[in-house]
């Protein structure tokens, strides 16, 4: 079965340091997702991306944030100056909207640790 | 904006039916979807059902859906104690393109 990969599991990063997170999306879907996770809380969205560029972004999305496909396969979160607050699992998503249940898959997360 | 509200915990005994309950706003749903996350873990997507059914049937797992109330529950039978996690409800609008909108999350707690 296709999979969303996503690297590092677990990230730690000192205050006020820039983190890439990285995803891998399913190779055939061409609309990409980032969701945020505060521990005990709800899965949030971020931001969806679609031919090169920013569809929908969330009010938590601000100018710290950005994403990129650098390549033919990779989809990264970059937090350029991060905050505790920003302390969070960070899931990638992909869809296809062609197949049943639009293919919607995500990765098993990125835990990020802002000390 | 579109809002997805679940209650916050069941308890139920091993080998006991459990029923989870959602409730949407978004009337353009076509997807909604359940989705399982253990402690510590990824989103695993368990099952969803399409707008337009009433049911849907998936070994230990039963979807009911109604579009007419906004309601969608997930019943898990002879529940095992590996079913305990934490169950989101979510859903998506037409296009396949848009946001997934999730639930708050109901901790289901298995008692051996």
């Known amino acids: 079965e296709p999979e969303v990969t996503q690297t590092p599991s677990h990230q730690v990063t000192q205050m006020g340091q820039e983190v890439i997170l990285r995803c891998v999306p399913i190779s055939n879907h061409l609309y990409f997702y980032w969701y945020r996770q505060i521990l005990g809380q709800k899965v949030e969205f971020l931001v969806s991306?679609?031919?090169?560029?920013?569809?929908?972004k969330s009010e938590i999305f601000d100018d710290q944030f950005s994403v990129e496909r650098p390549d033919g396969s990779n989809f990264t979160l970059k937090i350029r100056s991060t905050k505790l607050e920003d302390s969070a699992m960070y899931f990638c998503?992909?869809?296809?909207?062609?197949?049943?249940?639009?293919?919607?898959?995500f990765g098993s997360g990125t835990r990020l640790t802002v000390v | 904006g579109e809002d997805v509200e679940q209650s916050l915990f069941l308890s139920v005994r091993e080998g006991d039916s459990s029923v989870i309950n959602c409730t949407y706003t978004d009337s353009s749903s076509t997807y909604l979807y359940w989705y399982k996350q253990e402690p510590g873990a990824g989103l695993q997507l368990l099952t969803y059902?399409?707008?337009?059914?009433d049911m849907k049937q998936d070994q230990r797992l039963t979807v009911l859906l109604n579009k007419k109330d906004k309601h969608l529950s997930l019943r898990i039978a002879d529940t095992q104690t590996g079913d305990s996690a934490i169950y989101f409800c979510?859903?998506?609008?037409?296009?396949?393109?848009?946001?997934?909108?999730f639930g708050t999350g109901t901790k289901l707690q298995v008692i051996p």
């Open positions: 991306f679609y031919n090169n560029e920013i569809s929908e």
């Open positions: 059902i399409f707008s337009n059914m």
């Open positions: 998503a992909s869809s296809d909207p062609g197949e049943t249940g639009y293919g919607y898959t």
């Open positions: 979510a859903e998506i609008p037409s296009g396949g393109y848009q946001k997934v909108t």
